[in-house]
């Protein structure tokens, strides 16, 4: 049925907010993230990753293959978009790792430059339950190492992530740490883990009685009582280990930088399939039950899974929502500065052409400068200066227009001095407002 102009206003009016799980990042939000972004990117590219945009939108089948199909993303949080001409399942990316190891595959790089470091930030999508630090839509900073199984670059990995908490300011993150074996160990593993849980498997809550047949190792890392009762008798994956896991697993710890803040977590598995052999969390107290604030581990078998040959790779991905939220638990959320620069005001309506002209010269000369696009009085444009955080506020008035000059006010010590405009535009760009003179 079509509704008529007339018949539409008399229609409620939908309120348009955000989906639920999907949240509008508002200048002061999206100043923090770039502030993490940035420190990430100074931080990765010094130790030689490089960043990598793969595409947000990827075959369902990427995921399924290698995420796995038992997991909890794929069965339950990707958002599907149908594809109009029957090309399969297409879906948002719920992660970053399968997308960025296609992309190595696609390039070529196993066979031209088999060794990258690979950085990403961006988007992911997963349809979970809207909760404190759980969004449909959050943010990851990633890195993947892929084309080496050397243990020293599992140590590079784990306390390269360690050494991002620590920059943006974060000092109660711990690094959980546990090795889950590989192709060779693991099934025996898995085996052994069924027959100790047979006798409670009634006891078990629903999801684990399924994944007692389907993926039995996410057993282990679930967190309701009667499971977590039952897993406490079961053998530990770290004493099932193979010759080769083991000697990874030790000259990893070898590596690993003295002093960092470690927790051994026998029970750590991942929810992810590709895991092989180390597999960590970061974990920050102030994020309540779910207090990963990232996570990562080498996943040796990926290639395998996309129908390729073995290609070794670590990688983790630090969550962008949950380390603000840890930021802001320890009283340390970054202040979004303001813009600072220079503020044009206009003594009378009759300036502003003037003070407009004198605002592009100034950008035109590479600083930053804005002024008042609503007609205010001279006492709210200098309100407003003060208000976008300005350093200098510089004031035309038809004195200053006929003797081509601008009346410069310094806010930091309240100084005023007047200069010809072209002299004054000149010394801005050399030093920009911001910068002490
Ligand atoms: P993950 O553990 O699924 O690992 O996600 C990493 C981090 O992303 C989590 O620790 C959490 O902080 C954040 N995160 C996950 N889901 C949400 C959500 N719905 N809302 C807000 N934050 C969330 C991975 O994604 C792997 N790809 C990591 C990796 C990279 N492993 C190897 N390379």
Redesign the pocket.
Known sequence: MGFGIWELAFLPLPSFQPLPGFVDLLPEDAARMRHLEETARTLFERCGYREIRPPLVEDAALFERTSGATSDIVQKQMFSIPSRDDAGAFVLRP???PGVFRAYLEAGYAKTNPFQKFFYLGPMF?Y?RPQK????Q?H?I?I?AIGSPDPHLDAEIVYLGYRFYEAVGLRQVTVLLNSIGCAACRPAYLQTLRNALTASLDTLCALCRDRFGRNVLRILDCKNAPCTQAVAQAPRIADSLCDDCRSHDRAFRIALKAGLPISEAPRLV???DYYTRTVF?YHHPGLGARS??????R?DGLGERLGGSAIPAV?????V??TLLALEAEGKLPEPGGAGGIFVVYVDRDCRTDAYRLTEGLRNAGVTADLDHMGRSLKSQMKAADARGAHEIWILGPDEISAGTVKIKRLSDGSEKTLPVVEAISHASRAPADAPR
């Open positions: 992660e970053g790792t997963r979970e630090g759980r969004q449909r959050f990851q990633g993947e991942r929810g992810l969390e990963a604030v990232g996570a990562g581990g996943y990688g983790f991905a630090i969550g929502e949950a």
